[in-house]
């Protein structure tokens, strides 16, 4: 595992593959990373870990065995889960992480308290939508993006091709519609091939910048008015993308970090280099 300094230019090693098999049993694959208080979260698909800026490891719910999955909430200890796709924090000691077999995103509270159902119905996959946030439903969910801007969150509804908005704070149910409390809709319809595999997504406060598509092209939705735009690239086997100032970084699961600008040209490899074998 490698933590990257994008303003350095260098990366330094937070936990070695032998260190995370030590402490875990196993090396498992990570899908997701988020950063809350000092440690870094990562969901495995059926598990969360936790490594700390020191280098401790631990398992902080679920498990790294991937036969153990279920869809049941509880204590950290005792709850299950189906398969785990990004992670986010709301930087107040709470993890929200769509569960992409169980067709829900789960909150995990990190200093007490219960894994709870934030949104769908726990262990049902389908589509309702213009309902409480914990009737509707969803099917393999892959990103979750909490209250941007202090207002709504946003879904990446992989198994409808759509981005579902949930709305906590009073806005409208859709665009241009009168204000609901607790409401979602949709950017996209079944049938939109460009949020089809959508996997990964970032946001500037005005607009979700998106991986998606069988070619993983990157898009953009304009979170006020629903518009879309296409800004083409092919990133294959990418699994992740962050915003940093203004410069998009998106991580490809052959060993790279690529850079590029918010229009989604001068795509340039600044870490790793494909193909290649780490440690």
């Known amino acids: 595992l490698l933590k990257w300094v994008p303003g350095a230019g260098s990366s330094t090693t937070v936990a070695s593959a ?25 969901t495995t698909f059926h598990g969360i870990v936790k490594i700390t800026t020191a280098g401790a490891i631990s398992l902080l719910t679920g498990s790294v065995d991937a036969s153990k999955n279920g869809c049941t909430n509880g204590t950290l200890a005792a709850t299950t889960w189906g398969q785990l796709g990004h992670l986010t924090s709301d930087g107040g000691g709470n993890l929200y992480v769509p569960d992409t077999g169980c067709c829900a995103i789960r909150a995990v509270p990190l200093v007490s308290g219960s894994v709870t159902t934030y949104a769908g119905v726990l262990g049902t996959c389908g589509y309702v939508d213009n309902v409480a946030q914990t009737s509707m439903q969803m099917n393999a969910p892959t990103d979750f993006l909490y209250r941007i801007g202090g207002g709504s969150s946003y879904v990446l509804d992989n198994g409808n091709s759509v981005i579902r908005q949930i709305n906590t704070l009073g806005n409208a149910t859709s665009i241009g519609s009168p204000p609901s409390v607790h409401t979602t809709t949709v950017f996209g319809s079944a049938a939109a091939s460009r949020y089809s595999a959508a996997i990964a997504a970032t946001s500037d406060g005005t607009k979700l910048y998106a991986l998606g598509g069988n070619t993983t092209s990157l898009f953009t939705v304009a979170l006020a008015d629903g518009t879309s735009a296409n800004l083409g690239g092919s990133w294959t086997g990418a699994t992740a993308i962050a915003k940093i100032g203004s410069t998009l970084y998106i991580g490809v699961n052959n060993g790279t970090i690529h850079t590029t600008d918010l229009s989604g040209a001068n795509d340039t490899i600044v870490v790793g280099t494909a193909g ?3 440690p």
């Open 18 to 42: 032998a260190a995370i098999t030590t402490a875990l049993g196993t090396s498992p694959f990570f899908v997701g990373m988020t950063y809350y208080n000092s440690a870094l979260y990562l």
């Open 276 to 278: 290649a074998t780490y």
